[in-house]
Protein backbone atom coordinates (compact mmCIF):
# COMPACT_ATOMS: atom_id res chain seq x y z
CA UNK A 1 0.00 0.00 0.00
CA UNK A 2 0.75 3.65 0.29
CA UNK A 3 3.17 4.93 2.82
CA UNK A 4 3.17 8.55 3.47
CA UNK A 5 6.06 10.60 5.08
CA UNK A 6 6.14 13.92 6.49
CA UNK A 7 8.46 15.91 7.94
CA UNK A 8 8.70 17.89 10.28
CA UNK A 9 6.97 16.71 13.38
CA UNK A 10 7.34 20.01 15.37
CA UNK A 11 7.76 23.84 13.45
CA UNK A 12 8.18 26.97 15.75
CA UNK A 13 8.01 30.05 13.49
CA UNK A 14 7.66 33.70 14.33
CA UNK A 15 4.49 35.66 12.96
CA UNK A 16 4.90 37.22 9.64
CA UNK A 17 7.53 34.15 8.67
CA UNK A 18 6.57 31.58 5.82
CA UNK A 19 6.41 28.04 7.11
CA UNK A 20 7.04 25.06 4.78
CA UNK A 21 5.95 21.35 5.61
CA UNK A 22 7.76 18.29 3.17
CA UNK A 23 5.56 15.00 2.57
CA UNK A 24 6.82 12.13 0.03
CA UNK A 25 4.81 9.35 -0.84
CA UNK A 26 5.77 5.70 -2.31
CA UNK A 27 2.85 4.92 -4.77
CA UNK A 28 3.41 6.15 -8.10
CA UNK A 29 -0.28 5.79 -8.86
CA UNK A 30 -1.49 8.40 -6.31
CA UNK A 31 -3.07 11.69 -8.03
CA UNK A 32 -4.40 13.38 -5.30
CA UNK A 33 -2.73 14.86 -2.72
CA UNK A 34 -4.81 17.43 0.24
CA UNK A 35 -3.67 18.90 3.24
CA UNK A 36 -5.33 19.52 5.87
CA UNK A 37 -5.64 21.92 9.52
CA UNK A 38 -6.67 20.10 12.51
CA UNK A 39 -7.43 22.23 15.26
CA UNK A 40 -7.37 20.86 18.78
CA UNK A 41 -10.38 18.86 19.78
CA UNK A 42 -12.37 19.64 15.90
CA UNK A 43 -11.88 17.38 12.76
CA UNK A 44 -9.30 18.08 10.13
CA UNK A 45 -10.46 20.42 7.71
CA UNK A 46 -9.30 20.51 4.11
CA UNK A 47 -7.16 23.45 3.15
CA UNK A 48 -5.71 23.12 -0.17
CA UNK A 49 -5.28 20.58 -2.58
CA UNK A 50 -3.44 19.23 -5.78
CA UNK A 51 -3.75 16.66 -8.30
CA UNK A 52 -1.11 14.85 -10.03
CA UNK A 53 -1.29 17.16 -13.35
CA UNK A 54 -0.52 20.05 -11.65
CA UNK A 55 3.05 21.07 -10.51
CA UNK A 56 1.47 24.16 -8.27
CA UNK A 57 -1.39 25.69 -6.50
CA UNK A 58 -1.99 28.72 -4.46
CA UNK A 59 -4.69 30.25 -2.46
CA UNK A 60 -3.93 33.09 -0.75
CA UNK A 61 -1.47 32.51 1.91
CA UNK A 62 -1.36 29.06 0.70
CA UNK A 63 0.50 27.38 -1.61
CA UNK A 64 0.89 23.04 -1.94
CA UNK A 65 3.71 22.26 -4.54
CA UNK A 66 4.06 18.50 -6.41
CA UNK A 67 6.97 16.95 -7.70
CA UNK A 68 5.88 13.65 -9.16
CA UNK A 69 9.11 12.74 -9.96
CA UNK A 70 10.69 12.31 -6.57
CA UNK A 71 6.98 11.80 -5.15
CA UNK A 72 6.92 14.70 -2.80
CA UNK A 73 4.80 18.03 -2.35
CA UNK A 74 4.81 20.83 -0.12
CA UNK A 75 2.69 23.15 1.47
CA UNK A 76 4.03 26.59 2.13
CA UNK A 77 2.12 29.16 4.21
CA UNK A 78 3.33 33.01 3.90
CA UNK A 79 2.81 35.89 6.13
CA UNK A 80 1.87 33.38 9.07
CA UNK A 81 -0.60 34.38 11.51
CA UNK A 82 -1.02 33.41 14.82
CA UNK A 83 -4.30 31.79 13.58
CA UNK A 84 -2.43 29.52 11.70
CA UNK A 85 -1.13 27.56 14.91
CA UNK A 86 -2.60 24.02 14.50
CA UNK A 87 -1.49 20.85 13.54
CA UNK A 88 -1.34 19.98 9.87
CA UNK A 89 -1.30 16.46 7.96
CA UNK A 90 -0.65 15.66 4.30
CA UNK A 91 -2.10 13.04 2.15
CA UNK A 92 -2.55 10.58 -0.40
CA UNK A 93 -5.49 9.33 -2.60
CA UNK A 94 -5.32 7.14 -5.95
CA UNK A 95 -8.65 8.77 -7.52
CA UNK A 96 -10.22 9.63 -3.83
CA UNK A 97 -11.39 6.29 -2.57
CA UNK A 98 -8.68 5.14 -0.21
CA UNK A 99 -6.86 8.11 1.83
CA UNK A 100 -3.34 7.36 3.25
CA UNK A 101 -2.08 10.13 5.83
CA UNK A 102 0.94 11.69 6.78
CA UNK A 103 1.64 11.77 10.84
CA UNK A 104 1.05 15.30 11.05
CA UNK A 105 3.42 18.40 11.56
CA UNK A 106 2.51 20.76 15.15
CA UNK A 107 2.57 24.03 13.98
CA UNK A 108 3.46 27.15 16.23
CA UNK A 109 3.62 30.73 15.22
CA UNK A 110 5.25 32.89 17.79
CA UNK A 111 3.57 36.36 18.49
CA UNK B 1 -26.85 21.67 7.46
CA UNK B 2 -25.35 20.08 10.08
CA UNK B 3 -23.34 18.44 8.17
CA UNK B 4 -21.24 14.98 9.47
CA UNK B 5 -22.97 14.31 13.07
CA UNK B 6 -20.89 12.05 15.75
CA UNK B 7 -22.16 10.11 18.66
CA UNK B 8 -21.45 9.65 21.13
CA UNK B 9 -18.58 12.34 21.84
CA UNK B 10 -16.58 11.02 24.61
CA UNK B 11 -17.20 6.72 25.76
CA UNK B 12 -15.46 4.80 28.43
CA UNK B 13 -15.30 1.12 27.62
CA UNK B 14 -13.89 -1.95 30.03
CA UNK B 15 -11.70 -4.81 27.61
CA UNK B 16 -14.51 -7.10 25.68
CA UNK B 17 -17.57 -4.44 26.08
CA UNK B 18 -19.42 -3.80 22.76
CA UNK B 19 -19.89 -0.89 21.33
CA UNK B 20 -21.47 0.94 18.41
CA UNK B 21 -20.23 4.52 16.78
CA UNK B 22 -22.94 6.23 14.34
CA UNK B 23 -21.72 8.80 12.06
CA UNK B 24 -24.61 11.04 10.00
CA UNK B 25 -24.00 13.05 7.17
CA UNK B 26 -27.31 15.39 5.97
CA UNK B 27 -24.75 16.56 2.61
CA UNK B 28 -26.15 13.40 0.18
CA UNK B 29 -22.54 11.87 0.12
CA UNK B 30 -22.10 9.06 -1.73
CA UNK B 31 -18.39 7.50 0.36
CA UNK B 32 -18.42 7.75 3.76
CA UNK B 33 -14.88 6.67 6.16
CA UNK B 34 -13.95 5.69 9.54
CA UNK B 35 -10.34 6.98 10.44
CA UNK B 36 -8.50 6.47 14.27
CA UNK B 37 -6.33 8.90 15.13
CA UNK B 38 -3.71 7.65 17.65
CA UNK B 39 -0.28 10.21 18.77
CA UNK B 40 2.53 10.32 16.45
CA UNK B 41 0.69 8.56 13.58
CA UNK B 42 -1.71 10.60 12.40
CA UNK B 43 -5.00 9.57 10.76
CA UNK B 44 -5.37 5.20 9.89
CA UNK B 45 -8.18 4.24 7.14
CA UNK B 46 -10.41 1.39 9.21
CA UNK B 47 -13.38 1.08 6.99
CA UNK B 48 -15.27 3.05 4.25
CA UNK B 49 -18.19 2.78 1.63
CA UNK B 50 -18.81 4.12 -1.71
CA UNK B 51 -22.36 4.17 -1.40
CA UNK B 52 -25.69 2.36 0.18
CA UNK B 53 -25.04 -1.16 1.01
CA UNK B 54 -21.30 -1.38 0.49
CA UNK B 55 -18.03 -1.40 2.64
CA UNK B 56 -14.99 -1.94 2.36
CA UNK B 57 -11.47 -2.74 4.08
CA UNK B 58 -9.52 -0.09 4.85
CA UNK B 59 -5.47 0.03 6.55
CA UNK B 60 -7.00 -1.18 9.86
CA UNK B 61 -9.85 -3.38 9.85
CA UNK B 62 -9.42 -5.93 12.61
CA UNK B 63 -11.65 -5.49 15.25
CA UNK B 64 -14.11 -3.48 13.90
CA UNK B 65 -17.18 -3.78 11.41
CA UNK B 66 -19.28 -1.50 9.65
CA UNK B 67 -22.36 -0.92 8.46
CA UNK B 68 -24.23 1.44 5.47
CA UNK B 69 -28.15 0.17 5.61
CA UNK B 70 -29.02 3.87 4.66
CA UNK B 71 -27.02 6.40 2.35
CA UNK B 72 -26.92 9.08 5.49
CA UNK B 73 -25.63 6.87 7.80
CA UNK B 74 -22.38 4.97 8.43
CA UNK B 75 -21.60 2.64 11.72
CA UNK B 76 -18.52 1.72 13.07
CA UNK B 77 -18.71 -1.62 15.88
CA UNK B 78 -16.60 -2.75 18.36
CA UNK B 79 -17.81 -6.30 19.16
CA UNK B 80 -14.98 -7.04 21.89
CA UNK B 81 -13.37 -4.10 22.67
CA UNK B 82 -9.10 -4.08 23.67
CA UNK B 83 -6.96 -1.55 24.97
CA UNK B 84 -5.47 -1.12 21.94
CA UNK B 85 -8.38 0.62 20.67
CA UNK B 86 -8.68 3.44 22.88
CA UNK B 87 -8.50 6.42 20.06
CA UNK B 88 -9.81 9.43 18.85
CA UNK B 89 -12.34 8.10 15.89
CA UNK B 90 -13.30 10.28 13.24
CA UNK B 91 -15.87 9.94 10.33
CA UNK B 92 -15.85 11.60 7.15
CA UNK B 93 -17.60 12.06 3.52
CA UNK B 94 -17.61 12.73 0.40
CA UNK B 95 -19.18 13.38 -2.71
CA UNK B 96 -19.01 10.89 -5.36
CA UNK B 97 -16.30 12.04 -8.31
CA UNK B 98 -14.78 14.96 -8.04
CA UNK B 99 -13.44 17.02 -6.22
CA UNK B 100 -12.28 14.72 -3.50
CA UNK B 101 -12.92 16.81 -0.34
CA UNK B 102 -13.70 14.29 2.60
CA UNK B 103 -15.64 16.32 5.04
CA UNK B 104 -14.80 15.57 8.76
CA UNK B 105 -16.86 14.65 11.71
CA UNK B 106 -15.68 16.27 15.44
CA UNK B 107 -14.59 12.94 16.66
CA UNK B 108 -15.34 10.25 19.58
CA UNK B 109 -12.85 9.57 22.32
CA UNK B 110 -12.96 6.28 23.17
CA UNK B 111 -11.30 4.75 26.13
CA UNK B 112 -10.93 1.40 26.94
CA UNK B 113 -9.84 0.43 29.97
Same mark, same amino acid.
Given at each position: GENVEQHPSTLSVQEGDSAVIKCTYS? @?? @?NYFPWYKQELGKGPQLIIDIRSNVGEKKDQRIAVTLNKTAKHFSLHITETQPEDSAVYFCAASKAGNQFYFGTGTSLTVIP | NAGVTQTPKFRVLKTGQSMTLLCAQDMNHEYMYWYRQDPGMGLRLIHYSVGEGTTAKGEVPDGYNVSRLKKQNFLLGLESAAPSQTSVYFCASRRAGGPYEQYFGPGTRLTVT
Open positions: D @SA @S | -
